[in-house]
């Protein structure tokens, strides 16, 4: 199991409704949901999450 060190947005703040990330090289990208840790998270490759970003960055999505 690969040790995975998630971290939430600074633009999340206080709150806890968000999801958290963990960038690993071996799998890309981790997400999780912070209101639900227990449950997991999902990997993405790296190739797809550096896609989403930047479109989310474009305002593509």
């Known amino acids: 199991m690969i040790d995975l060190e998630f971290h939430k947005s600074s633009y999340s703040g206080n709150r806890q409704d968000c999801v958290e990330i963990a960038k690993h090289a071996a799998i890309g ?33």
């Open 29 to 61: 990208a981790a997400v999780r949901d912070t209101k639900n840790r227990r449950l997991g998270h999902i990997e993405i490759p790296a190739a797809e999450w550096t896609a989403f970003l930047k479109a989310a960055k474009a305002d593509k999505l």
